[in-house]
Nanobody, 115 residues
Framework: QVQLVESGGGLVQPGGSLRLSCAAS????????MGWYRQAPGKQRELVAS???????NYADSVKGRFTISRDSAKNTVYLQMNSLKPEDTAVYYC?????????WGQGTQVTVSS
C-alpha cells in the first residue's frame, strides 16, 4: 500500500503564504514524478505543479512566479511553497506520485484563501 502523507493546508488571507508537504516512501520518492493537483468546488481537478525524480519542474500558468515545488531527498518529501495566495487558489490540494501508468494519491488537504 503506497502512502502519501500530506500536511500544511489551512486558512490564509489573500497575499499570504502556505507550505504543503507530501511525504512518501524512499522507493516512491526516488523514481516517481510527484506533485499536486487541486480541485475547487464545481471545477475539474487541475495540475498545479510537478517535479520529476531528476528535479525538473512544471507549473500551471496560473501559479507561475507564485508557487515553488521542491524535493528533500533526506526526508523523502516534496514541498509546495505557495506565496501571494489569491482567493481563486482556494481548493482541496492532492499530492500525487506517478510512474508510467501507476498513479497514487494523498488524502487531500484544504487550502482556503479568504479575508
Amino acid at each position: 500500500q503506497v502512502q502519501l502523507v500530506e500536511s500544511g493546508g489551512g486558512l490564509v488571507q489573500p497575499g499570504g503564504s502556505l507550505r504543503l508537504s507530501c511525504a512518501a516512501s524512499e522507493r516512491i520518492f526516488s523514481i516517481y514524478t510527484m506533485g499536486w493537483y487541486r480541485q475547487a468546488p464545481g471545477k475539474q481537478r487541475e495540475l498545479v505543479a510537478s517535479i520529476t525524480s531528476g528535479g525538473s519542474t512544471n507549473y500551471a500558468d496560473s501559479v507561475k512566479g507564485r508557487f515553488t515545488i521542491s524535493r528533500d531527498s533526506a526526508k523523502n518529501t516534496v514541498y509546495l511553497q505557495m506565496n501571494s495566495l489569491k482567493p481563486e487558489d482556494t481548493a482541496v490540494y492532492y499530492c500525487y506520485a506517478e510512474f508510467t501508468v501507476k498513479w497514487h494519491w494523498g488524502q487531500g488537504t484544504q487550502v482556503t484563501v479568504s479575508s
